[in-house]
């Protein structure tokens, strides 16, 4: 295969009831519902991936694997790669190392219980770090993280041990071979669409994201050669009709452009990093290990 121009990643974080439990941290049914609305839509989702004849990856928290096997085996068995997604979406950077692990942990036993998968891929829920969390992945035997900004289509590795305070330098820390495909909230679903006072209520209309998201991906495939478009998004948000055919439109408009080519996360990182060796990596990109900064003249 030719090296494609761009990489259009579908990403989904099976959030369903844990997000409303883990992050919000509500005792409402009502608000819970909203989760569980997520796992009522799966069929739709995976119906809409099989009718374009593309894959995609699931972030899948171990609480929703376990409510929802049989849609967690469904994404499998179709094909789609399964990455981890905490246990019941708490926040690493709530907990000490021994709990981070136990989440780990237990969000991979229920994946590995329900549907046979070992991931090799992570997204933190919320998008939160703790100063442990690159070392524990790592520990864990993970290829890839996706939650991470500092580039915005360009894959990179992620560095351990940075130091910040309010009144020293920055101080970066060593690159590792941890691969970081990096996420925005601009290309995420959630507060774009939900109404979730304290956190986002936006509401945007279907014809307003898919401009925003539509541009951004049109920025990447002119200036980006070689990256990766990272979409996310979740059943319970993107699940709603109007919005899901707003996303199979904007697929049909990626498809339709030369060279680019649909992957799952996996795949990407195990490409780039391929193509990538962390040594020639590090020489070609010294902001990002900080030997530019003036700390480090
Ligand atoms: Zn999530």
Redesign the pocket.
Same mark, same amino acid.
């Given at each position: 295969m030719a090296e494609p121009r761009l990489s259009v990643c579908l990403t989904f %974080?099976f %959030?369903a009831m844990s997000?409303w439990i883990g992050s919000f941290k509500t005792r409402s049914l009502p608000a819970i519902s909203r989760g569980e609305f997520g796992g009522h839509v799966m069929p739709r989702i995976l119906e809409l991936l099989a009718r374009q004849d593309v894959t995609a990856t699931f972030f899948v928290p171990g609480h929703t694997a376990l409510a929802f096997p049989g849609a967690v085996r469904a994404i499998a068995n179709a094909g789609h790669e399964i990455g981890h #997604?905490g246990w019941v #979406?708490e926040d690493p950077a709530e907990l000490d190392v021994d709990a981070e692990r136990e989440v780990l942990e237990k969000g991979l036993d229920a994946l590995e219980r329900v549907a046979g998968v070992v991931p090799r891929g992570y997204r933190s829920?919320?998008c939160t770090f703790s100063e442990q969390t690159s070392d524990l992945l790592r520990e864990f035997g993970f290829l890839y993280d996706s939650s991470c900004s500092a580039s915005d289509f360009m894959p990179y590795y992620l560095r351990t041990g940075d130091r910040f305070s309010l009144t020293e330098p920055y101080a970066f820390g060593e690159p590792t071979d941890l691969v970081e495909l990096p996420f925005s909230w601009s290309l995420d679903d959630f507060p774009l669409f939900e109404f979730c006072p304290g956190f986002s209520t936006a509401q945007a209309t279907p014809a307003r994201v898919r401009e925003l998201w539509q541009g951004e991906f049109d920025f990447a495939y002119d200036h980006v050669a070689g990256g990766v478009f990272d979409l996310c998004m979740h059943p319970q948000v993107i699940g709603r009709g109007p919005r899901l055919h707003m996303l199979e439109g904007l697929i049909e408009y990626m498809k339709a452009k030369p060279g680019v080519t649909f992957e799952t996360m996996l795949a990407h990182a195990e490409r780039w990093k391929a193509a990538n060796p962390i040594d020639r990596w590090v020489a070609q990109n010294p902001e990002r290990a900080g030997t530019r900064s003036v700390d480090a003249l």
């Open positions: %974080d %959030d997000l #997604h #979406h829920p919320g």
